[in-house]
Nanobody, 125 residues
């Protein structure tokens, strides 16, 4: 399984960005795809997740209402649409995958088996 995250960049506060996570090697849609981020000097933080099979989404309180996760089955790609970006959203953003059978909180990064390489998002004030 390989995950390729892309779409990061430098934007001003209030702007939007869309991150993509292209997945290859997933043998079915029985996966939960998560987005995490890590700012310098801070721990990795959960952003949100989507259950690939039914597209149910879940978000951290810090991004709820501003970020939207979606998926495109035809492209095997998950998206993170980020609107109304704030300087505190600055971080390296990672996508991750775990089989749906794995129980436990979506917030727990340790339960994700596969990780993308990360893409930098910088929001200037």
């Amino acid at each position: 399984v390989q995950l390729q995250a892309s779409g990061g960049g430098l934007v001003q506060a209030g702007a939007s960005l869309r991150l993509s996570c292209a997945a290859s090697g997933l043998t079915s849609d029985s996966y939960t795809m998560g987005w995490f981020r890590q700012a310098p000097g801070k721990e990795r933080e959960y952003v949100g997740a989507i259950i690939w099979s039914n597209a149910n989404t879940f978000y951290a309180d810090s991004v709820k209402g501003r970020f939207t996760i979606s998926r495109d089955n035809s492209k095997n790609t998950v998206y993170l649409q980020m609107n109304s970006l704030k300087p505190e959203d600055t971080a390296v953003y990672y996508c991750a995958a775990r089989p749906l059978l794995i129980r436990g909180s979506f917030l727990n990064s340790g339960l994700y088996n596969y990780w993308g390489q990360g893409t930098q998002v910088t929001v200037s004030s």
